[in-house]
């Protein structure tokens, strides 16, 4: 953890962060001198052993629990963040569901807790850190969609349209944050190992993609943090999907 640290001084609240591409980000964001506050939802001791990494190469993580389904409980996260840590400078919206399901399949419930937990979640966290970073003339927003946003996706209609919503919310608060030093952004990776997420086996999926194979966590992690570094980039949908979907 030497060198030029983007982020040092800085809050950053990962959600997803027990999961493959959260807890990629988290690593390289400590690694950039961030404090890290660990959102997970139901894996509590992969949260803590990322807490404990960071603090093993001399950074401060801490791992906070949310059913981010709860509207109370994501402000009760914002509360223990602010307690533990300070205020947010950076916020990293990556929790996500989405079990494959066809039109007919979804239910209700399943349509309102994905809603709940893809959009809804990382709405509530930026109108909560917001007003902050602007105020304090400096903040990063990374909204972390799918390439289902742009192409509906295999997994199911409820996550492509939850994914979708969030660029949306992404091109609205980047336009109004920008004079105050906040960029709002969205990354839109698709076929990820590690993530729990995959619509079907790797063998299989690999075929579809042009660069033969799947993406990794690193990667993921490497272009967020590109993103979350450059100050003159907000208002964009990043796709990083192996040239699966070129556009």
């Known amino acids: 953890m030497s060198g030029e640290r983007a982020f040092t001084g800085r809050v950053a609240l990962v959600t997803g962060a027990s999961g493959g591409i959260g807890r990629a980000i988290a690593l390289r964001l400590a690694a950039e001198g961030a404090a890290l506050a660990l959102g997970y939802g ?3 001791e992969a949260a803590q052993e990322v807490a404990r990494r960071i603090a093993a190469e001399g950074g401060r993580g801490v791992a906070v629990g949310a059913d981010l389904s709860r509207v109370e ?3 009760r996260l914002l509360e223990v963040v602010a307690e533990r840590l300070g205020p947010v400078d950076v916020l990293v919206a990556g929790a996500g569901r989405g079990a494959r399901r066809t039109l007919e399949e979804v239910s209700v419930e399943e349509l309102d807790r994905t809603l709940a937990i893809n959009l809804r979640a990382p709405f509530l966290l930026a109108q909560g850190t917001l007003a902050g ?3 304090r003339g400096f903040g990063r927003i990374l909204f972390i969609s799918s390439v289902a946003a742009f192409t509906g996706g295999i997994v199911g209609p409820h996550y492509a349209a939850s994914k979708a919503a969030l660029h949306g919310l992404t ?3 980047a336009a109004r944050s920008a004079p105050d030093g ?3 952004n969205a990354l839109a990776p698709a076929l990820i ?3 729990g997420m995959l619509p079907g086996q790797p063998d299989e999926l690999r075929g579809q993609i042009p660069v033969g194979r799947l993406g990794r966590p690193e990667e ?3 272009l967020a943090v590109a993103i979350l570094r450059n100050p003159y980039l907000t208002s964009q949908i990043v796709s990083l ?3 699966l979907h070129p556009r």
């Open 42 to 44: 139901t894996h509590g």
């Open 73 to 75: 409980e994501v402000e």
């Open 133 to 135: 970073m602007r105020a």
């Open 171 to 173: 091109h609205y608060l």
């Open 182 to 184: 906040v960029t709002v």
């Open 193 to 195: 190992t590690e993530t």
């Open 220 to 222: 993921v992690a490497d």
């Open 241 to 243: 999907d192996g040239g």
